[in-house]
């Protein structure tokens, strides 16, 4: 059974701070997801990671994935109080069956001033 | 274009009564999924509909729940009998057949007393 653990499941950062969220799983899968939920809104979706050693950047906001490893990073550059949220990586189980994703339990991050 | 719509957005019910929960996806996305995190837990998988065909209802808790998605288009889901234990926040999403982007709606909070 495919499980996914993120870590810290809490973070509290100071403005300005950089900080990486972990998240390692248990079996093979080359599509991971990471997304960002703010209180009562929808996920959004942040980055889509399709192979191993991909790399996506956006703002403040970066993330990686080793394959071989089983572990997707996600890290924050220079938090600012707008990166306060909850942040999921989510994992595609192999085969041909898509959309059964496996998410982590979230990352609350706090930021701040 | 307008994202995943869900309704409604909070619904407070009684032990034992019959709650439908409703999904509209994005226009054209014939890939829909229905996901639900309970509190405390992990965002779990219930099931996927491809246009009106169930492809993987393999998340499904138990009877109690019914998914329909007539025509193809918007998608239903039943609780009936609700117990305590389906209370949480159920997130609908879809996709196109073949993209690996998935868009969440804004998610129904259910509390059962």
């Known amino acids: 059974e495919l499980k996914v653990e993120q870590n810290p499941l809490f973070l509290s950062m100071q403005e300005g701070k950089n900080y990486t969220i972990y998240c390692n799983y248990s079996?093979?899968?080359?599509?991971l997801y990471w997304y960002r939920q703010d209180p009562g809104k929808s996920l959004e979706s942040l980055f889509v990671?399709?192979?191993?050693?991909a790399v996506k950047q956006e703002g403040r906001l970066m993330a990686s994935l080793d394959t071989k490893a089983r572990l997707s990073t996600l890290h924050i550059t220079a938090a600012v109080h707008d990166l306060s949220a909850t942040y999921f990586c989510?994992?595609?189980?192999?085969?041909?069956?898509?959309?059964?994703?496996?998410f982590g339990k979230g990352t609350k991050l706090s930021v701040k001033p | 274009e307008a994202g995943v719509t869900q309704f409604p957005s909070h619904s407070v019910i009684e032990k034992g009564q019959t709650v439908t929960l409703r999904c509209d996806p994005i226009?054209?996305?014939?890939?829909l999924y229905w996901y639900r995190r309970v509190m405390g837990k992990e965002i779990k998988f219930l099931l996927h509909f491809v246009k009106e065909s169930k492809q993987d209802e393999s998340g499904m808790p138990n009877n109690r729940f019914l998914a329909e998605r007539t025509g193809g288009t918007y998608s239903t889901l039943k609780v009936q009998p609700a117990e305590l234990e389906d209370s949480g926040v159920y997130f609908c999403a879809s996709s196109q057949v073949g993209d690996y982007g998935y868009t969440f709606g804004s998610g129904t909070r259910l509390t059962v007393v």
């Open positions: 226009s054209g996305h014939d890939n």
């Open positions: 990671l399709l192979s191993n050693g």
């Open positions: 079996t093979t899968s080359d599509r």
């Open positions: 989510a994992v595609d189980p192999p085969g041909e069956s898509q959309g059964n994703l496996i």
